[in-house]
C-alpha cells in the first residue's frame, strides 16, 4: 500500500463515506433533496412491506377461520359433557352481515368457542366488538330485538377473523334437536374454500400491476436534485477524483437515500399499520397484529433497496460525462432505438398467446408463472416503450401558441425525467385497465338485472315451517313505512311414486292466489280452484289421475293429491326470487288444507329504496320468533360480492400509484421551477402574463401523461383481450373503466399543476432577477 | 500640480508659517518629490502678491521663516473655484485630484462633490471619444481606445476614492 | 425635442432593515441614452426595477407618458412591459429550450403576432445585429457576446419606446461588450427608443448622453462644467 494512497476496500470505504458525508452536508438544498429521496424510497419500502405482510395476514385469518367456524351435523353423535346444540342464526343489517350462533350446553363441560372464556348461559349475549359498537349508534339499535338485550361480554380476538367482525353467540334454552343441531367442539380443521382459480390468477396480476409502478417510483426518486449531485461531484473531480471514484461516491450518496428511505418506510409502515383495523373493504377487515412483515421477504426489501438505488443512480450516470471543469452530457447517440423496447411487449404477448391459446387457464404452476410474467413483459414493456413514443411524437411536433411551443420544446430536451416519472402510470394505467376488463366480463357472468321493480328491493320471507301464521305476518309488514306485501305463497313438494323406480320424482308446487300466481306464469284466466303446470326445462306434467303424495313419502302420513283433468299447462315467467319457476302452481281451492302443513310460507315484500330501514323492522318482525329464515333481500341488481370488493381495491391502488408517479411529477416540476427562477422573473419583467407560464407548465405535465395514459389504454386493452381470450370470455370492452381510468390521469396533471402554480406565481416576482 | 492652490487650502484650514507649510504638503502630497524651499517662498510671494494671502505675523527672530501667513477672502475663493473646476481628463492627474479631496476634507467642503464633478466631466470627455470612435476608421477607434482604457482606470479610481471618503476624512483631519 | 418620457420623483424602497432607494429622482427623455451609475449595493437595481414597473416602490411618484405607473394594476404595468419596454439583463435571460429564433420572437407572439411574420422580423433584427448564424441554435450553444445580442434583439423586436438595460455587458470581455453596446445604442437610436443603462463599467456608461449617480439610494445629478 503506498503511503497516502489506499487502495482496495480501504479506498472503497473512502469514497463511499466522502458520498454519505456530501450528501448529508449539502446544506438546506441537501437536506430537502436527501429528505425527498427518503421520502419517496420510504413510500415505496412502506408498500413493499404491506405486501411482505400478506403471507401472514392470510395465515392468521384462515386459522381463526377456521377456530370460529362451527362443524358440520355430525351423524351418530351422542349427547356428553362437552356437546352443545348450535342454532345458526345469522343475519343482515343493511349491507352488513352478523353471524350469530344460538348455543346450549348439553352437559356440565361444554365445549367453549374461540374467543369467549365459557359458554354463555340461557339470555347471555356475547358480541363482538364491531357489533357492540354497532348496537351503540341509534340505527343500530333497531337490531336489539333480534339478539334479545344487551350485551353482556365481549368476544375477544381469537374468536374473530377481523376487527370489523360482526359477530354474536346467544345462551338459550329454547333448543332442541329439532331445531338445532350437536357440536362436541367449536372450530374446523379443514381449511375453508379455497380461492377461484381465477381469482389467484388476478390477485397475481394484481400485485404485479401495483409494485412495478412503485418499483420504478423508487427508480426515480433516487434521481431526485441529479443535477446538483452532479455539479458537487464535478467539483471533486477538481480534487482529483477519478472516474470510478467518482461512481463509488454517488453510490455512497444514493445509499444515504436508501437507508434513510428504509428507516421512512419502516416509520411510514408502523405509522399506517395502526389504521389498518379501521380499513374495511368488502366486508375484509385486519388485526393490527396480523400485520407483520415476512422475515424473508423483509430481509429481500432491505437488501434490495439499497442495491436498487445505486444501480439507478448509476445508470442515470451513464451518459454523463462527469469532468473538472463541470458536468457534460453525452452527445444524443442518435435517436432512441426501437427495436429491444418492442423485444419486452412482444416477448410478453408471445407468452400470453401461448396460454391463451386454448382458452383454458387452468390454474396449473407453470400457467401462472407464464401468465404473470407475460403480463409483466407487457407492462413493462408499454413503460420502456413510452419514452420512445413520447420522443418521437414531440419531435414531430411544430409550432402551436407560446405556452404549447415552450412546453413542447421542454419536452424535447429534458422530456427523459417526465417520460420516467410516467412510465409508472403506464404500467399502473395498463394494468388496471387489463385487469378491470377481465373483471367487468367475469362480472358480466354475475351481476345480473334482477328483475325487482326499479327504486324498489325484494326481501323474502320464509318460514321453517308451516307453522306460522302468514296472514298476521302480512298485517303487521303492511302496516312498516315503506313496505308492502307483493306476493304470498305456500310453497309445498309433491311426490310421484313410480313403480319399478328407485327414487319418487319430486314437482314442487307453489299455493296461492290467482294475482300471486301470475307473478310466476302466464295464468290468464285464472280462476280459484284452477290448477296449472310449468317447466321451462320442457319436463312432462304428470299425467291426468296421477296420485302424488304432499310431503317426502317416507315422513308423511301420506297426504294425497289427485292430478285433476283440467291441469293446464302454462308459460313460466321470470320471477325475481323463484327464477323461472318449474312446478305445480295451485289456487287454493285445488288443494285440501291440510296439504300445507307439509310446506311453508314464502312472503314477498316490496321495499322502497327511499325506506332502508324498512327491511331492519320486517328482520325485527320476523326472525327473533325462530319460525322465519334470516330474511334475505334482492336489489335491483345482484353481483359477485368478491370481484365488487377486488375492483374498488385495484381502483384505488391505481389511485395510490398515480398519486405516487403525481407526486415525483410535481417534485420534478418544483426542482425545475426553483433551477429557473431568474429566467421565470426575467420572463415576467418582459410582462410574460402568468396565464402563458402557467398553461406551459401545465402542457409540460399533461403531455408526457397523456401518452402514458394513451400507450397504457391501448396496451391495457390487448392484455385484457388475451385475458379474456384465456378464460374463454367474449372480448369486451369496458368503457366505463377507461373513462376512470382516464379521469384520475387527468386529476393527477390537474393537481401537480395546482400545486405548482403558486410557486410559478412567487417564483414570478422581480427578485428572481437578483439571485447569482 | 497646483502648489499655490494647494498652500492656499493648506492655510485656509488653519495659518501656518513657511516651514510648517513645507511639511504638511511633503507629509501629504509630496511624498516622492519633496519641495525646495526656493519652491515654497517663491509660490508664497507670488500668492501675497495677487492678495490671495496674508502676513499674521512675524515672530522674533530672523530669516523670512519667521513669518506666519494666513488666507484671505479671495484666497478662499480662489480655492473654492479651483475645487470646483474638474480638471482636464489627462493622464497621471492623481496628484491634483488627491490634493483637491484632502483639501476639500480639510477645509470642511463636501470631497464627494469635488469627486463627482471631476467623473462628470471625464465621463462627458470619455463620451466625446466613445463618440469619435464609432464615427471613426480604425485608427481613430485605436487611438480613442487608448485614451478610454486610461480614463476608465483614472474613474475607478475616482469610485474607489468616493467609497473611502470616510476612512480618508478620519486621517487627515486630527 | 426634451419632452420627458418617464419622470420619477422621491422613490423610496425599503427591504428589510436596508433602505435600497432613499429619495431618488429621476428623468428619462424621449429617445436618448440614460447612464445609471454608482457602487455596488448602491441602489441602481431596485431604480431600474421600480422605474420600469418591476418593483412598486414604497412611496414616491413614477409618470410615465403623463400617467402615474405606482397606480397602475400588476396586469396594466404588464401590459405596458410587454408592449412598451423592453429589457436585457446580464446574463440567463433567454429560454434554453427555445432556439435563439424563436427567442427573439417571444415578445411579438406573446403581443398576438402570429408565428410565421413573429419570426421573420426576429430573424431581421437578428442579422441587424449581425447573429444570423447563430439563429437556429439554442442559447447554451451560443457565446456570451452573441447571447447577449440575441438578448438585444429580443428586447428591440417589439420596437419599445423604452428600453431598459442592467448590466448588459457584465458578463463579457471588453471587446464583446463594446460591440454590444454599439449595436445596442445604435439600433435604440434608429427606433428613437430611449434607453436606461444601469454599469458600473465608464466605457459602457460613455455610449449614454447622460449619466446619473446612485448612492445609497440617492440620486446625485451632476452636471459636468462642460466648457
Ligand atoms: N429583494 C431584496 N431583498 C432584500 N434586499 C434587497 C433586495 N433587493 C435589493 N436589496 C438590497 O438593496 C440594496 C440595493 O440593491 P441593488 O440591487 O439595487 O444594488 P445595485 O446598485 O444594483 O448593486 P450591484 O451593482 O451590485 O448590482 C442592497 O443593499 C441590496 O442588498
Ligand atoms: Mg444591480
Redesign the pocket.
Known amino acids: 500500500m503506498t503511503r497516502g494512497n489506499p487502495t482496495g476496500m480501504r479506498r472503497w470505504a473512502i469514497d463511499f463515506a466522502t458520498g454519505l458525508r456530501l450528501a448529508s452536508a449539502g446544506g438546506a438544498g441537501g437536506l430537502v433533496r436527501t429528505t425527498l429521496t427518503a421520502v419517496a424510497v420510504g413510500l415505496a419500502v412502506g408498500l413493499l412491506l404491506v405486501a411482505a405482510s400478506l403471507p401472514h395476514i392470510f395465515v392468521e385469518r384462515e386459522a381463526r377461520a377456521q377456530a370460529v367456524d362451527v362443524p358440520f351435523p355430525t351423524e351418530g353423535l351422542e349427547a356428553g359433557p362437552h356437546t352443545v346444540l348450535v342454532q345458526q342464526r345469522d343475519t343482515r343489517f343493511g349491507e352488513i352481515t352478523i353471524i350469530g350462533h344460538l348455543v346450549k350446553a348439553e352437559g356440565d363441560t361444554p365445549a367453549v368457542p374461540a374467543g369467549l372464556e365459557r359458554l354463555p348461559g340461557p339470555g347471555e349475549l356475547m358480541v363482538s366488538p364491531a357489533l357492540a359498537e354497532l348496537l351503540e349508534t341509534s340505527e343500530g339499535s333497531l337490531l336489539a330485538p333480534r339478539l334479545d338485550g344487551e350485551p353482556d361480554g365481549l368476544i375477544s380476538q381469537d374468536g374473530l377473523v377481523g376487527p370489523g367482525d360482526y359477530r354474536y353467540y346467544l345462551g338459550s334454552d329454547a333448543l332442541d334437536l329439532e331445531n338445532s343441531h350437536r357440536v362436541a367442539q367449536f372450530g374446523v380443521e379443514e381449511p375453508g374454500e379455497p380461492f377461484p382459480m381465477m381469482l389467484v390468477l388476478l390477485a397475481l396480476i394484481s400485485f404485479t400491476v401495483l409494485l412495478l409502478p412503485v418499483a420504478m417510483f423508487m427508480g426515480v426518486a433516487a434521481r431526485f436534485g441529479g443535477d446538483s449531485r452532479d455539479r458537487r461531484l464535478a467539483a471533486l473531480r477538481l480534487l482529483g477524483t477519478d472516474r470510478a471514484m467518482t461512481r463509488r461516491v454517488a453510490a455512497g450518496e444514493a445509499l444515504l437515500g436508501a437507508f434513510a428511505g428504509l428507516v421512512a418506510g419502516t416509520v411510514f409502515f408502523l405509522i399506517g399499520r395502526r389504521f389498518v383495523e379501521g380499513i374495511v373493504l368488502w366486508d375484509v377487515s385486519v388485526f393490527v397484529s396480523d400485520v407483520v412483515p415476512d422475515p424473508v421477504l423483509t430481509l429481500l426489501i432491505v437488501v434490495a433497496v439499497p442495491v436498487i438505488t445505486v444501480g439507478v443512480s448509476w445508470l442515470a450516470m451513464r451518459r454523463l460525462i462527469i469532468e473538472p471543469l463541470g458536468v457534460f452530457r453525452q452527445a444524443a447517440v442518435g435517436r432512441r432505438r426501437l427495436w429491444w423496447r418492442l423485444l419486452l411487449p412482444v416477448a410478453g404477448l408471445a407468452s400470453l398467446v401461448l396460454f391463451a391459446r386454448d382458452g383454458a387457464f387452468t390454474g396449473g404452476n407453470l400457467e401462472q408463472v407464464g401468465v404473470a410474467a407475460g403480463v409483466m413483459l407487457v407492462l413493462i414493456g408499454a413503460a420502456t416503450l413510452l419514452p420512445w413514443v413520447l420522443d418521437a411524437v414531440v419531435h414531430r411536433i411544430e409550432g402551436g401558441p407560446v405556452p404549447w411551443q415552450l412546453a413542447i420544446r421542454r419536452l424535447q430536451l429534458g422530456g427523459d425525467a417526465a417520460a420516467r416519472a410516467v412510465s409508472g402510470i403506464a404500467v399502473a394505467a395498463a394494468g388496471a385497465v387489463a385487469l378491470q376488463m377481465l373483471f367487468f366480463g367475469v362480472q358480466g357472468q354475475y351481476v345480473t338485472d334482477t328483475g325487482v321493480t326499479d327504486g324498489h328491493s325484494e326481501a323474502v320471507l320464509q318460514s321453517y315451517t308451516a307453522d306460522v301464521d302468514p296472514d298476521a305476518v302480512v298485517r303487521a309488514v303492511d302496516e312498516i313505512d315503506g313496505a308492502e306485501t307483493s306476493h304470498r305463497f305456500w310453497s309445498l313438494v309433491a311426490y310421484w311414486d313410480i313403480e319399478g323406480e328407485e327414487w319418487p320424482t319430486a314437482f314442487p308446487a307453489m299455493v296461492g292466489e290467482c294475482a300471486d300466481l301470475a307473478a310466476l306464469a302466464d295464468v290468464t284466466g285464472c280462476a280459484d280452484g284452477d290448477a296449472f303446470f310449468t317447466d321451462p326445462g320442457g319436463y312432462p306434467a304428470p299425467p291426468e289421475s296421477t296420485t302424488l303424495t304432499w310431503g317426502d313419502p317416507a315422513l308423511s302420513e301420506g297426504l294425497e293429491w289427485t292430478v285433476p283433468a283440467d291441469l293446464r299447462q302454462v308459460e313460466a315467467r321470470y320471477d325475481p326470487i323463484n327464477g323461472q319457476f318449474g312446478g305445480l302452481l295451485l289456487t287454493p281451492g285445488a288443494v285440501e288444507p291440510e296439504a300445507l302443513a307439509t310446506g311453508y310460507a314464502q312472503l314477498q315484500v316490496l321495499v322502497s329504496d327511499d325506506r332502508p330501514l324498512a327491511i331492519e323492522h320486517i328482520r325485527n318482525l320476523v326472525e327473533p320468533t325462530g319460525s322465519w329464515q334470516p330474511v334475505t333481500v334482492i336489489g335491483n341488481e345482484v353481483s359477485e360480492p368478491k370481484f365488487d370488493g377486488i375492483r374498488r381495491g385495484l381502483l384505488i391502488g391505481v389511485t395510490g400509484v398515480m398519486t405516487l408517479v403525481g407526486f415525483s411529477l410535481l417534485i420534478g416540476m418544483l426542482e425545475q421551477l426553483q433551477e429557473r427562477r431568474r429566467l421565470l422573473s426575467v420572463l415576467s419583467a418582459f410582462g410574460t402574463r402568468r396565464r402563458v407560464l402557467g398553461w406551459s407548465v401545465l402542457w409540460q405535465v399533461a403531455l408526457p401523461v397523456a401518452f402514458g395514459l394513451v400507450l397504457s389504454l391501448a396496451t391495457g386493452t390487448v392484455v385484457g383481450g388475451a385475458l379474456l381470450t384465456m378464460v374463454d370470455l367474449p372480448f369486451a370492452v369496458d368503457w366505463w373503466n377507461l373513462a376512470m381510468v382516464a379521469g384520475i390521469g387527468a386529476g393527477v396533471v390537474l393537481l401537480v399543476t395546482v400545486i405548482s402554480l403558486p410557486v410559478l406565481w412567487r417564483l414570478m416576482r422581480a427578485?428572481g432577477i437578483?439571485t447569482e | 500640480m497646483a502648489i499655490g492652490q494647494t498652500f492656499l487650502g493648506l492655510l485656509e484650514a488653519k495659518p501656518r508659517h513657511g516651514y510648517d507649510l513645507k511639511r504638511a504638503y511633503d507629509e501629504r502630497f509630496g511624498a516622492d518629490r519633496p519641495l525646495h524651499y526656493g519652491q515654497v517662498y517663491a509660490t508664497l510671494s507670488r500668492l501675497l502678491k495677487n492678495g490671495l494671502v496674508e502676513v499674521d505675523g512675524v515672530e522674533p527672530g530672523e530669516g523670512p521663516e519667521r513669518k506666519r501667513y494666513a488666507i484671505t477672502e479671495a484666497g478662499i475663493t480662489d480655492v473654492a473655484g479651483w475645487l470646483a473646476t474638474p480638471e482636464k481628463p489627462e493622464p497621471y492627474l492623481q496628484n491634483t485630484l488627491y490634493a483637491k479631496v484632502v483639501l476639500a476634507l480639510l477645509t470642511g467642503r463636501s470631497a464627494a462633490e469635488v469627486l463627482d464633478t471631476q467623473r462628470a466631466e471625464h465621463l462627458r470627455f470619455m463620451r466625446d471619444l466613445t463618440h469619435r470612435k464609432t464615427h471613426g476608421d480604425l485608427a481613430d477607434q485605436l487611438i480613442c481606445d487608448f485614451a478610454l482604457f486610461h480614463l476608465e482606470a483614472d474613474l475607478r479610481w475616482l469610485e474607489l476614492t468616493a467609497a473611502r471618503l470616510d476612512q480618508l476624512r478620519a486621517e487627515v483631519t486630527p | 425635442m426634451t419632452t420627458p418620457l418617464l419622470t420619477a420623483t422621491a422613490l423610496h424602497k425599503r427591504?428589510?432593515e436596508?433602505d435600497?432607494l432613499a429619495g431618488a429622482d429621476l428623468t428619462v427623455t424621449a429617445g436618448e441614452v440614460l447612464a445609471i451609475m454608482?457602487?455596488?449595493?448602491?441602489?441602481?437595481?431596485?431604480?431600474l426595477h421600480c422605474i420600469a414597473g418591476i418593483v412598486t416602490p414604497d412611496s414616491g411618484r413614477i409618470e410615465y407618458d403623463g400617467v402615474d405607473m405606482t397606480a397602475m394594476s400588476d396586469s396594466r404595468r404588464s401590459a405596458l412591459r410587454r408592449t412598451e419596454f423592453g429589457f436585457v439583463f446580464q446574463f440567463g435571460q433567454l429560454v434554453p429550450e427555445l432556439t435563439c429564433l424563436e427567442n427573439v420572437a417571444l415578445p411579438l407572439r406573446m403581443n398576438g403576432v402570429a408565428r410565421k411574420a413573429a419570426e421573420q422580423r426576429a430573424a431581421d433584427w437578428l442579422a441587424k445585429l449581425e447573429v444570423s448564424d447563430v439563429a437556429r441554435k439554442r442559447p447554451g450553444q451560443v457565446s456570451g457576446g452573441q447571447g447577449q445580442r440575441v438578448a438585444v434583439a429580443r428586447a428591440l423586436v417589439a420596437e419599445p419606446r423604452l428600453l431598459f438595460a442592467d448590466?448588459p455587458t457584465g458578463a463579457l470581455d471588453s471587446l464583446n461588450g463594446e460591440a454590444v453596446m454599439r449595436h445596442l445604442t445604435s439600433a435604440a437610436a434608429e427606433l428613437g427608443t430611449a434607453v436606461v443603462l444601469?454599469t458600473?463599467e465608464a466605457r459602457v456608461a460613455a455610449y449614454s448622453h447622460r449619466e446619473i449617480v446612485?448612492r445609497d439610494?440617492r440620486t446625485r445629478t451632476v452636471v459636468a462644467a462642460a466648457s
Open positions: 427578485d437578483r | 427591504y428589510g436596508t435600497a454608482g457602487p455596488s449595493g448602491s441602489g441602481k437595481s431596485t431604480l448590466e444601469v458600473h446612485v439610494g
